[in-house]
Nanobody, 114 residues
């Protein structure tokens, strides 16, 4: 059974940083494209970053230059390093294995506020 467990969220001041982690319980983790989504209150879930099995990355315009996605295949883990955080980054963040459309973790709350 595929499971995703996100962690690392919290309350941070504008301009601060957080690193999110997601451990995936899945065989052959390294072959899967992974991503991070976020959902703010009253808004649709949006894709903010993705990383291919080969390590190629893509970012939404709203986070480009501030967020970095990475993966450690030995640990079945994908990370999202978030720098220069803004209040509009406040959301619940979810990781995703694109090959498993219906599988979502519980998410981790990120709140950016002074």
């Amino acid at each position: 059974q595929v499971q995703l467990v996100e962690s690392g969220g919290g309350l941070v001041q504008p301009g601060g940083s957080l690193r999110l982690s997601c451990v995936a319980s899945v065989s052959h983790f390294s072959i899967y494209k992974m991503g991070w989504y976020r959902q703010a209150p009253g808004k649709q879930r949006e894709l903010v970053a993705s990383i291919s099995s080969g390590g190629s990355t893509n970012y939404s315009d709203s986070v480009k230059g501030r967020f970095t996605i990475s993966r450690d295949n030995a640990k079945n883990t994908v990370y999202l390093q978030m720098n220069s955080l803004k209040p509009e980054d406040t959301a619940v963040y979810y990781c995703k294995i694109f090959a498993f459309a219906s599988i979502w973790g519980q998410g981790t709350q990120v709140t950016v506020s002074s």
